[in-house]
């Protein structure tokens, strides 16, 4: 059955969840409408859409956040995880999931603590890239046509730079003005940078041989813009020598580790970018004295050595007249030596004439020895085989029987033997020497000089046979003997002596 009592009634009012929703929404905007909040950035999360996700933490909560796209180019930093930060905006709710949330309009670093933690995440990031390394550094031109340089174009540092060159060695400036500091100065400091690599080279304005990035003094969040990674990335890239002088000698940043030198003042920078003229006309004075004091000493040098060389070469004309001395002796020794070589070949073979024996001597000499040897052959043989017969005779006589037969056959053979030794024997030793005698005879007068005679030379002699060779030798009615080829003529020289002698015939023999 029904409970027939009626329900109890509740003053309490009843909300819809949209109500409820609302009524937090519209009393958190109400309340928080303006808030600073301070808190380590975490789960940053940039959306397709622009908008930036992200969480606001400190050690006992965490707070979600949004940055919508259009206070995103308002809000003076780009967020990342780990860097502590106080955001500026309201508080909001999300209805569809019962949370609150902070809709940050403006950003900043929470203190120098903050940026120095951001800085050196930085640091470390694109150190390990290699950004940073000392092989990367190019070097600066000795002495560059056109200067570029990234600055603010109000204050005092681009007045510096110009009269700084102008004073040292005016060379032609070209200014691109930046903001260097606030927002949007880093986007604007890398893309003066990138804009300057990118100028053609013999374009109008020229490219610029070294580019200084200068700033004057101010804090740690004035100098923040050339921390950002967007700058140090720019300048890296750069194909142009770069000199960073960013604040005073003290101050540091992440520019002055990419960059190829580092200057403590935009003064300095200047000056380490362009050489004073006055230094280099003393440079240059310098060199030249030294090069015409080196060029002097190497002349003086080589001047030297050739003095030396000149000590050792002989006088050329005095070998030349040595020369042709010399061939000139050699040349009238040869001529004189010609005739004294005849002379002396000519005297040789008159002494050899001279111990020549006659040939015909000789033949008779030759064939009387031959005439005595044969007749001793011929008398001889028959006494030798009378001797043989006389001593087998005796020993016919002692022996008897068979020893008589032997003696018989003995003397068979001793005849026989004294046949040969008679006839065959002698008479070829005879023929042999007849007609080796005879062969010896043309040889000994084709080698007489007697032979010559017979073509019409004559043989001239002194009485006692000595040849005579010259006519010098012959004295005045001198007696000689002149011997033609059928027989000899005596004859008397006529003259007064060292002439040449004319023989008279005085008596004719002939020699048969």
Same mark, same amino acid.
């Given at each position: 059955?029904?409970?027939?009592?009626?329900?109890?009634?509740?003053? /309490?009012?009843?909300?819809?969840?949209?109500?409820?929703?609302?009524?937090?929404?519209?009393?958190?905007?109400?309340?928080?409408?303006?808030?600073?909040?301070?808190?380590?950035?975490?789960?940053?999360?940039?959306?397709?859409?622009?908008?930036?996700?992200?969480?606001?933490?400190?050690?006992? #909560?965490?707070?979600?956040?949004?940055?919508?796209?259009?206070?995103?180019?308002?809000?003076?930093?780009?967020?990342?995880?780990?860097?502590e930060v106080i955001a500026t905006g309201r508080i909001s709710s999300f209805g569809e999931r019962s949370s609150y949330q902070l809709i940050i309009e403006r950003m900043e670093y929470a203190g120098a603590g903050?940026?120095?933690?951001?800085?050196?995440?930085?640091?470390?990031?694109?150190?390990?890239?290699?950004?940073?390394?000392?092989?990367?550094?190019?070097?600066?031109?000795? /002495?560059?046509?056109?200067?570029? *340089?990234?600055?603010?174009?109000?204050?005092?540092?681009?007045?510096?730079?110009?009269?700084?060159?102008?004073?040292?060695?005016?060379?032609?400036?070209?200014?691109?003005?930046?903001?260097?500091?606030?927002?949007?100065?880093?986007?604007?400091?890398?893309?003066?940078?990138?804009?300057?690599?990118?100028?053609?080279?013999?374009?109008?304005?020229?490219?610029?041989?070294?580019?200084?990035?200068?700033?004057?003094?101010?804090?740690?969040?004035?100098?923040?813009?050339?921390?950002?990674?967007?700058?140090?990335?720019?300048?890296?890239?750069?194909?142009?020598? /770069?000199?960073? #002088? *960013?604040?005073?000698?003290?101050?540091?940043?992440?520019?002055?580790?990419?960059?190829?030198?580092?200057?403590?003042?935009?003064?300095?920078?200047?000056?380490?970018?362009?050489?004073?003229?006055? @230094?280099?006309?003393?440079?240059?004075?310098?060199?030249?004295?030294?090069?015409?004091?080196?060029?002097?000493?190497?002349?003086?040098?080589?001047?030297?050595?050739?003095?030396?060389?000149?000590?050792?070469?002989? &006088?050329?004309?005095?070998?030349?007249?040595? #020369?042709?001395?010399?061939?000139?002796?050699?040349?009238?020794?040869?001529?004189?030596?010609?005739?004294?070589?005849?002379?002396?070949?000519?005297?040789?073979?008159?002494?050899?004439?001279?111990?020549?024996? &006659?040939?015909?001597?000789?033949?008779?000499?030759?064939?009387?020895?031959?005439?005595?040897?044969?007749?001793?052959?011929?008398?001889?043989?028959?006494?030798?085989?009378?001797?043989?017969?006389?001593?087998? @005779?005796?020993?016919?006589?002692?022996?008897?029987?068979?020893?008589?037969?032997?003696?018989?056959?003995?003397?068979?053979?001793? @005849?026989?033997?004294?046949?040969? /030794?008679? *006839?065959?024997?002698?008479?070829?030793?005879?023929?042999?020497?007849? %007609?080796?005698?005879?062969?010896?005879?043309?040889?000994? &007068?084709?080698?007489?000089?007697?032979?010559?005679?017979?073509?019409?030379?004559?043989?001239?002699? @002194?009485?006692?046979?000595?040849?005579?060779?010259?006519?010098?030798?012959?004295?005045?009615?001198?007696?000689?003997?002149?011997?033609?080829?059928?027989?000899? *003529?005596? %004859?008397?020289?006529?003259?007064?002596?060292?002439?040449?002698?004319?023989?008279?015939?005085?008596?004719?023999?002939?020699?048969?």
């Amino acid at each position: 059955m029904d409970d027939p009592r009626p329900s109890p009634v509740s003053n /309490l009012p009843e909300f819809t969840v949209s109500e409820i929703s609302g009524a937090v929404k519209r009393t958190l905007e109400t309340n928080f409408s303006r808030v600073r909040v301070r808190g380590e950035l975490t789960e940053v999360r940039a959306y397709p859409s622009g908008h930036i996700y992200l969480s606001l933490k400190d050690e006992g #909560a965490k707070i979600s956040g949004i940055v919508w796209k259009s206070s995103v180019p308002r809000l003076g930093m780009k967020p990342e995880n780990g860097i502590e930060v106080i955001a500026t905006g309201r508080i909001s709710s999300f209805g569809e999931r019962s949370s609150y949330q902070l809709i940050i309009e403006r950003m900043e670093y929470a203190g120098a603590g903050a940026l120095l933690a951001r800085i050196e995440m930085i640091r470390l990031r694109l150190a390990a890239e290699g950004l940073f390394d000392a092989d990367r550094k190019r070097v600066l031109p000795g /002495l560059p046509r056109v200067i570029g *340089v990234v600055t603010s174009e109000r204050g005092a540092v681009i007045q510096d730079i110009r009269i700084t060159i102008a004073r040292r060695f005016p060379r032609h400036i070209l200014v691109w003005p930046v903001p260097v500091q606030g927002e949007g100065a880093a986007e604007r400091i890398a893309a003066a940078i990138a804009g300057f690599d990118a100028m053609p080279a013999g374009g109008d304005p020229p490219r610029p041989d070294v580019l200084i990035i200068a700033r004057g003094g101010g804090s740690l969040e004035d100098l923040m813009a050339f921390n950002e990674e967007v700058v140090l990335r720019a300048a890296a890239a750069c194909r142009i020598p /770069l000199i960073s #002088a *960013v604040g005073h000698e003290t101050d540091t940043t992440l520019i002055d580790f990419v960059s190829d030198r580092r200057a403590p003042t935009p003064t300095a920078a200047a000056e380490m970018a362009i050489p004073a003229r006055a @230094d280099l006309v003393a440079d240059l004075a310098q060199k030249g004295s030294r090069l015409i004091g080196a060029l002097n000493r190497l002349a003086q040098e080589y001047r030297l050595r050739l003095t030396r060389a000149e000590r050792g070469i002989p &006088d050329v004309p005095a070998l030349l007249g040595t #020369a042709r001395q010399r061939l000139d002796d050699r040349a009238e020794r040869a001529m004189l030596a010609l005739p004294s070589l005849v002379a002396r070949r000519r005297a040789v073979l008159t002494s050899v004439e001279r111990r020549l024996p &006659d040939p015909r001597s000789l033949t008779a000499a030759a064939r009387e020895s031959l005439r005595d040897r044969g007749l001793r052959l011929v008398l001889g043989a028959p006494g030798l085989v009378a001797a043989r017969r006389s001593g087998l @005779d005796l020993m016919a006589h002692r022996l008897s029987g068979a020893a008589g037969r032997a003696v018989a056959v003995l003397r068979g053979r001793a @005849d026989r033997v004294t046949g040969r /030794l008679t *006839v065959s024997p002698l008479r070829g030793a005879l023929r042999e020497a007849r %007609a080796h005698l005879s062969g010896l005879g043309p040889r000994l &007068d084709a080698a007489s000089p007697l032979a010559i005679l017979q073509r019409g030379y004559v043989l001239v002699t @002194d009485p006692a046979g000595h040849p005579v060779v010259s006519a010098a030798s012959v004295k005045p009615n001198a007696r000689l003997r002149l011997r033609f080829g059928d027989g000899e *003529v005596d %004859a008397v020289t006529q003259g007064s002596g060292g002439g040449k002698p004319r023989a008279k015939a005085a008596q004719a023999r002939l020699d048969l």
